[in-house]
């Protein structure tokens, strides 16, 4: 069974431009997750979908956003790029409501 | 969410067991302690979940006391590919309202030969 799939692996941008993610779950896992990882803040969450809707928002500006497609597979954007959104994006889906998630091996996004 | 305090960090040496204690004093009726690892530029990974006693896998084993305040992640004759950070999370598994997990700050493990 094929794990959570991010791409791309390593991302790099420029202040204020834009930027998507993509993550597809886990075969038959509606539930994804997004977090963020830097070494100051270590991980955070971002938000999470379950069958097309946000269903929790972590503490992050409106620059970041996300969707989720009706096949699970999810897309993350982050418009206007600070230097500080530079970290590791993580994704995570989920069969179920549970603590047990699946994680995909992230996108480095550095921005310069 | 209950918060949870744990070591910052740990060293060991191969072949040792070693065992990582979390402390979640407000934990609520229906949290259940999950730890996860996670190896550098790579996503955290599950490894052992429970509510109350003792629960063992192939990988790990997790003690948690009666009061449920605090829970212990022991890993027997770690090597050195043991190497990583273990978060201990506190949740309510029967909650509907999705999958929010909240890290602390982890517990760096480094093991030496």
């Known amino acids: 069974k094929a794990g959570v799939t991010q791409t791309p692996r390593y991302l790099i941008k420029t202040r204020g431009q834009q930027v998507t993610l993509s993550c597809s779950p886990i075969?038959?896992?509606?539930?994804v997750s997004w977090y963020q990882q830097t070494p100051g803040q270590g991980l955070q969450f971002l938000f999470e979908y379950f069958s097309e809707t946000q269903r929790n928002k972590g503490n992050f500006p409106g620059r970041f956003s996300g969707r989720q497609f009706s096949n699970s597979r999810s897309e993350m954007n982050v418009s206007t790029l600070e230097l500080g959104d530079s970290a590791l994006y993580l994704c995570a889906s989920s069969p179920r409501d549970s603590t047990e998630a699946f994680f995909g091996q992230g996108t480095r996004l550095t921005v310069v | 969410l209950a918060k949870t305090t744990q070591p910052i960090s740990m060293d060991s040496y191969e072949g040792q067991e070693v065992n990582i204690t979390c402390s979640h004093n407000n934990i609520a009726t229906n949290d259940y302690i999950t730890w996860y690892q996670q190896f550098p530029s790579q996503g955290p990974r599950f490894i052992i979940q429970g509510y109350k006693t003792k629960v063992t896998n192939e990988v790990a084993s997790l003690f948690i006391p009666a009061d449920r305040k605090s829970s212990t992640l022991s890993l027997p004759r770690v090597s050195l590919s043991d190497t990583a950070v273990y978060y201990c999370l506190v949740g309510d598994m029967n909650n509907n309202a999705g999958n929010m997990l909240t890290f602390g700050g982890g517990t760096r493990l480094m093991v030496k030969p």
């Open positions: 075969s038959g896992h509606r539930s």
